[in-house]
Structures are given as structure tokens and as C-alpha cells.
């Protein structure tokens, strides 16, 4: 029925294609294309002869927009699926508008140089203008509304967990809950252990980048900003237990902020252990987060690049990762006049995970939301023409194949509050 082009062959990848496989009605045909077309082969390797999906591949550097192109035009999907990195999102748009075809991702754009000088102005007058300084943010991707209307094409963004799932929960429940929603508080609980002292679930490039940038919410029409890791609160999550978890910036607070009307405060947390915590600090303390080029040997090395070389590959957490994540929104607000607070979340187990996909469950809540938005988009139920964050559509569809497809979700009525102080 549809003919999907997936970019990028790392661990969200790797999951919804597997996925897509599983659900071969919709993804008759896939390509898997990256950097590195090894990677692509083995896995397909690994798929062929367990599923009807018909499988290619293809080697393409996203950097390059007429690469991707002639591939799109050699291929002749309905959509790309990108779950390259977000460096390369604003390529893969410019092609799939050159080439005519829809667009999906999961991350929104950040440049892989932050010291380029033409983005730095830009983000710097962004910085005074909005007040938030993270490196990554909608704008970029949200200029492209008018080209993609005017083409007759959807870019549906940021269709994984957090962003994605997460969003898709407040329109949920402002659908079905809620007149007005007030306040969303967004949980991010990882209470896996991979036995490592320290490891990053999900690049470590992108991971570390997000973590030791400041926080910041939203709050009466504005963004309050924080240092990193400023705020701190203890949640007892539904089956996983009590967690430490910090005031983060989260990219999908600033399409919430727009697309959630009346809301008057939303918030990100994620919980870290402390030996998590004590090495970043002392990685940023010696500058092995820097992502400013350095000469060493004779050489030119990215010290974020080094250390993602010499940290333990995400891919290879799946094996050794026991213990369950649970992601989910608290909303307060009101219905028929009366105040309410309700909790959505998906409890997910790395080790059931592993077994059914091989890799844990970082990978498996981003990548299953991935084929779940590329679903939505190439059955039509989700087409439109211009850019769209995932919580513009209806959400029903959307829950119903999370439930289906392996992430069943809870609401829970009543829940336990945040309440937060200030870290040592
Ligand atoms: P990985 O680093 O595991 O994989 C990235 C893949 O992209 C690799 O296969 C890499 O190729 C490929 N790639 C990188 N640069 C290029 C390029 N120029 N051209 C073609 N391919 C390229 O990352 P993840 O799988 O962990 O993350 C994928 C995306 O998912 C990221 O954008 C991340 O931010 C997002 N994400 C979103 C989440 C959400 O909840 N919304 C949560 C977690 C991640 P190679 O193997 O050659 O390096």
C-alpha cells in the first residue's frame, strides 16, 4: 500500500523499522538509507524472511540535499521517515520539497556547529526575542509551513516520545478530558540500569547536548529560565518507584505552548541518578561536552565527537538493560466547570523490549511512535498541506495504535502532584 524512504540506520531507526515490518499492510515496501550502508544491510539481513515488507537500501549523506533527492527520485516513496539527527533535518525538508514527497521526523533542528556565525546571530536575536536559550527550536522548521502548503505536502514534526507521544496526550486530553487545560507537567522516568557507570540512552551527542543546557518553562505567555539541573523534585512512579528528576527545556513545550490554548504553565522533568549527574559535571568541568573543533596531534577533533567515540554505543545497551521507563503528562485544568488533574503514561520494559526488537527501551518509545506518525501520514488520516506538530491531528487514531502497537497508555484520575524546590 505505501512506500516509505527511512533516513538514518541507528537505534530509533532500527526499531521502527522493524515496526514498519510488523505492519506490512501499511509499509508494503521500505528503503532503509544512511551514511554508513552496512548498517542498512544487516538489517535488513536481520528482517528478511520474517516479513512481506520488501526491503532496499541505500547509501546517502543527508547533508547533501541533491543526494537525497536522486534518491528520493530513484526510489519513489510517499514519504521520508527521518531519524537521522537533527543536524540534518532542514536537507531532508529542502529534498522532499524538491523531490515533491512528505516529510516525518522526531527531533527538531539544531545545528551540528553552534559556533557557525550566520546561525549564531540568528539564534542569538532568538535568545533576547523569545528567552530561551537551547540551541535547538521550532523555528527553523516551522519557516517551511508556506513552501510545504503551496507544494501540497505534509511535514509532520516530532513524532516520538517526547516529543511525540507526549504531545499526542494533550491533545487527548483536551479532546476528552478538558474545557481548558491549565498546567501540563511532562514526566520522563528512565528507571533502567544498564550497569554502567556512565551511558547515554540515545546519542550521546544529543543526550548530553540537552542536559547541560539550562532549563526553562513556560509560564503566563513567557519562558522563565533556569540554570541547568536548577530545580529538582521526587516522584513515586507507577511501577517503577520513587526517582529524583530535574527541570529540564524540552523542545515540544514550545509547540504545546502554541497548539494548547488557555494553558498557562507546561513543564519537562527527567529523572537522573546521582552517578549520572557527577559525571556530566565533570566531563562539562573539563570541556569533553564541548562541541568547538580543537587541535590535538595534528588534528582536528570535536571533544562531544571523542567522547561519543570512547562512550558505550546505545545500540549496545539493549543486552544488559533491566527495569522500566514510564513517560507520561499530569494536566491540571477544568471540565464543566470544575477543577480535575489527570496522569496519561506508558510503562515500558527495557527487557521486553530487547526480546521483541533487540534494543532497549529508550530506542523502542521513540521508534514505535516513529512508524505510528508514518502511518498516519501515508493512510491519510493525518494529510494535510504545510507543518504540523503531532498534536494538531486528532489524537484518537494515534492512541489507539500506541495501545496496539506496544505502548499502552493509562489515565489515571487524581494523581499525585510535582512539587519542586531548588538542588543543592
Ligand atoms: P543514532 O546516533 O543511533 O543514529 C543516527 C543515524 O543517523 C545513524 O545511522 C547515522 O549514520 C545516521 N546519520 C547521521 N548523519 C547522517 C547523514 N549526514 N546522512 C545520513 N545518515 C546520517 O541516533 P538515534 O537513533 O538515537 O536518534 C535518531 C533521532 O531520534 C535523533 O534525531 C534523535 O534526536 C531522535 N530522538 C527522538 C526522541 C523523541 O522522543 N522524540 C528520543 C530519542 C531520540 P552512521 O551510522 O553512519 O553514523
Not at 505534509?154 to 487527548?172: E, H, I, N, Q, R
Not at 498557562?264 to 559535571?281: A, Q
Amino acid at each position: 500500500m505505501s512506500r516509505l524512504l527511512v533516513i538514518g540506520c541507528g537505534g530509533v531507526a532500527s526499531v521502527a523499522i522493524q515496526k514498519c515490518c510488523q505492519n506490512s499492510e501499511v509499509f508494503t515496501e521500505i528503503c532503509i538509507a544512511s551514511r554508513t550502508k552496512e548498517k542498512c544491510d544487516a538489517l535488513k539481513e536481520k528482517l528478511e524472511g520474517k516479513t512481506s515488507t520488501k526491503i532496499e537500501t541505500a547509501k546517502v549523506d543527508a547533508d547533501n540535499v541533491d543526494e537525497v533527492v536522486e534518491l528520493i527520485k530513484s526510489y519513489g516513496p510517499d514519504a521520508v521517515l527521518n531519524v537521522a539527527l537533527p543536524y540534518q533535518d532542514l536537507t531532508i525538508m529542502d529534498a522532499c520539497l524538491k523531490a515533491g514527497v512528505h516529510y516525518i521526523d522526531t527531533a527538531n533542528f539544531e545545528p551540528e556547529n553552534t559556533d557557525d556565525s550566520q546561525w549564531r546571530a540568528i539564534y542569538e536575536k532568538r535568545c533576547k526575542d523569545l528567552g530561551f536559550t537551547a540551541y535547538f527550536d521550532y523555528s527553523w522548521q516551522w519557516d517551511y509551513k508556506e513552501r510545504f502548503e503551496k507544494a501540497g505536502l505534509t511535514a509532520l514534526l516530532g513524532t516520538g516520545f517526547d516529543p511525540g507521544v507526549t504531545s499526542v496526550f494533550s491533545a487527548y486530553a483536551l479532546k476528552h478530558y478538558f474545557d481548558e487545560i491549565h498546567t501540563i507537567d511532562i514526566l520522563d522516568c528512565n528507571g533502567g540500569d544498564h550497569g554502567y557507570p556512565f551511558a547515554t540512552n540515545f546519542n550521546p551527542e544529543i543526550n548530553l547536548r540537552e542536559v547541560s543546557a539550562n532549563g526553562s518553562y513556560w509560564e503566563d505567555g513567557h519562558w522563565v529560565e533556569t540554570k541547568p539541573m536548577e530545580l529538582k523534585s521526587k516522584y513515586d512512579f507507577p511501577e517503577v518507584g520513587e526517582k529524583d528528576m530535574y527541570l529540564l527545556h524540552h523542545e515540544e513545550i514550545e509547540s504545546l505552548a502554541k497548539n494548547i490554548p488557555g494553558v498557562k504553565r507546561i513543564r519537562f522533568f527527567m529523572t537522573f541518578g546521582p552517578s549520572y549527574l557527577t559525571h556530566m559535571k565533570c566531563l562539562e568541568n573539563v570541556g569533553m561536552l564541548s562541541t568547538s573543533p580543537i587541535h590535538f596531534n595534528g588534528q582536528e577533533i570535536v571533544p562531544i565527537q571523542f567522547l561519543k567515540a570512547l562512550l558505550p554505543d546505545p545500540a549496545s545497551l539493549g543486552p544488559r538493560t533491566v527495569g522500566k521507563t514510564n513517560i507520561g503528562c499530569i494536566f491540571t485544568g477544568v471540565k464543566d466547570g470544575k477543577e480535575k488533574t489527570i496522569y496519561i503514561y506508558n510503562v515500558c520494559d527495557h527487557e521486553e523490549c530487547y526480546k521483541e526488537v533487540e534494543s532497549q527501551a529508550i530506542s523502542y518509545t521513540t521508534g514505535v511512535p516513529a512508524m505510528i506518525g508514518s502511518m498516519m501520514l501515508v493512510t491519510g488520516q493525518w494529510k494535510k498541506p504545510g507543518v504540523f506538530n503531532v498534536e494538531e491531528f486528532d489524537p484518537d487514531p494515534y492512541m489507539e495504535a500506541l495501545n496496539k502497537w506496544g505502548l499502552p497508555w493509562v489515565v489515571c484520575e487524581d494523581p499525585e502532584t510535582v512539587t519542586v524546590w531548588k538542588a543543592e
